[in-house]
């Protein structure tokens, strides 16, 4: 039955391809319900939150798993339409927003395909997996006029993992100075958060038969063509270089977009990168001990792997210490937080964005330059040695090696256009 279902719905998409893009009607266009509609590309894993939890009217899945499609399509409404091919997807004009749940070495070429379709997009993390990816796709996504987000929301609601706290409060007492300048941030265990380390590939991977219900060259997409083994999909693909960078690229915006908030860098990027990490095999990710990214103005940010720095704060600078839980050396910090002004308010409603075609809180560029963070990170990560970056033109200072870990070539036939 679910099969049948698939072919039934996959024929209704095929009617699809004469509708006019939504782009065509203009910028200012405004969908007639206050109901927005969404299509899910990608639904495995975080797909299934994206489908049945994520706000809007769910009309199109798509996902090259057909047993993934099917799964979702038993669970769904039965007007849903199921996809194999997210271009199909695209061409229906009923669809407002497109939720990008791949894996991240689709991130960027299904954001830019739905940004010309006319499409607003809520993308999951990484933004993308490539700092090269992210400059092509943030000035696609202006070209287009498009509303767009990444799925992390540290910086504007809930808890900040387990710091115990949201990150209002820490903004007010960083955009206040209360703890001088520069700031250097520690992340790791005792100050909240837990990297996910078992994010790691096997460098044993023998070919195995690709399973019927997979299209795999598809599901490489962009990436370079490597035999099928079941382990580089699905839920363990983040332990490959070329579809994730283990559990760095799986929380690193997370934990890391946050902090480029508060460290008031949401412009430019760091100018120094190093790992102490070690030998990296050139397919399967590995772990690493720790991580340091420096900026012009001495702001640091450390990534602590293995938890070294068990009594060092959250965020410290010459004037004070800010520990986990809003502990810290300044007195009276409660009542000074109290009469503190509140930061400049933000659109955090991602539909509201898309009705008023407003600039939401995490965006196109913040997002790609807290996904340059993480991206950063992974190539010193990859090439043991430290790295000198030039925020501008977003490139390495004298490091062919490593440049060309910034722009890497898609396998054909994918590609931009």
């Known amino acids: 039955m679910k099969r049948r279902r698939f072919l039934k719905n996959s024929l209704l998409a095929g009617a699809a391809f004469t509708i006019v893009p939504r782009h065509v009607l203009g910028k200012g266009y405004q969908p007639p319900s206050d109901t927005l509609t969404k299509a899910v590309i990608g639904v495995g894993g975080m797909g299934q939150w994206h489908a049945f939890n994520a706000p809007g009217k769910l009309l199109a899945v798509c996902d090259v798993d057909a047993n993934h499609l099917n799964r ?6 039965p007007s849903v339409q199921g996809y194999h091919n997210y271009r199909q997807l695209l061409q229906r004009d009923d669809i407002d927003i497109i939720h990008i749940a791949t894996p991240p070495h689709w991130h960027a070429l299904i954001s830019a395909h739905a940004a010309k379709a006319g499409k607003a997009v809520w993308c999951e993390k990484p933004m993308t997996r490539t700092i090269g990816e992210g400059q092509r ?3 696609i996504i202006q070209q287009h006029g498009t509303i767009f987000r990444v799925n992390t929301w540290f910086r504007f609601t809930g808890n900040f993992y ?9 903004k007010k007492i960083v955009e206040n100075r209360l703890l001088g300048w520069p700031l250097r941030v520690v992340i790791n265990e005792s100050t909240g958060f837990s990297w996910k380390f078992y994010w790691q590939g096997r460098v044993d991977l023998q070919a195995e038969w690709i399973p019927e219900e997979l299209d795999y060259d598809f599901w490489l997409g962009p990436a370079p063509y490597k035999p099928y083994h079941h382990h580089r999909v699905h839920t363990t693909f983040r332990g490959y270089w070329d579809y994730d960078g283990g559990g760095l690229g799986d929380m690193g915006q997370h934990y890391l977009d946050p902090v480029q908030y508060l460290l008031e860098k949401d412009d430019t990027s760091p100018v120094f990168v190093e790992a102490d990490a070690p030998q990296q095999h050139p397919d399967a990710v590995g772990t690493w001990r720790e991580i340091r990214l420096k900026y012009a103005d001495c702001c640091e940010i450390i990534l602590d792997g293995q938890n070294r720095y068990k009594d060092a704060p959250f965020i ?7 520990y986990p839980g809003l502990k810290s050396d300044i007195p009276n910090l409660q ?14 409603d991602f539909h509201q964005a898309v009705r008023k075609q407003q600039k939401f809180v995490l965006n196109e560029m913040n997002g790609h ?17 430290p790295l000198h970056f030039d925020p501008q033109k977003q490139r390495f200072i004298n490091d062919p090696t490593a440049n060309a870990m910034v722009d890497q070539p898609m396998r054909e036939p994918w590609g931009w256009e």
């Not at 410290?316 to 800010?322: F, R, T």
């Not at 002004?341 to 955090?348: K, M, N």
């Not at 330059?369 to 040695?385: C, D, E, F, P």
């Open 316 to 322: 410290e600078g010459p004037s004070g210490k800010l």
């Open 72 to 77: 979702t399509l038993a669970k769904a409404d």
């Open 335 to 348: 009542k000074i937080l109290r009469e503190l002004p509140e930061p400049t308010p933000q659109v955090t």
């Open 369 to 385: 330059r807290s996904a340059t963070l993480v991206n950063l990170a992974k190539i010193a990560v990859h090439l043991g040695r």
């Open 162 to 170: 387990r710091f115990g706290t949201p990150v209002l409060p820490i």
């Open 137 to 139: 796709l943030v000035k």
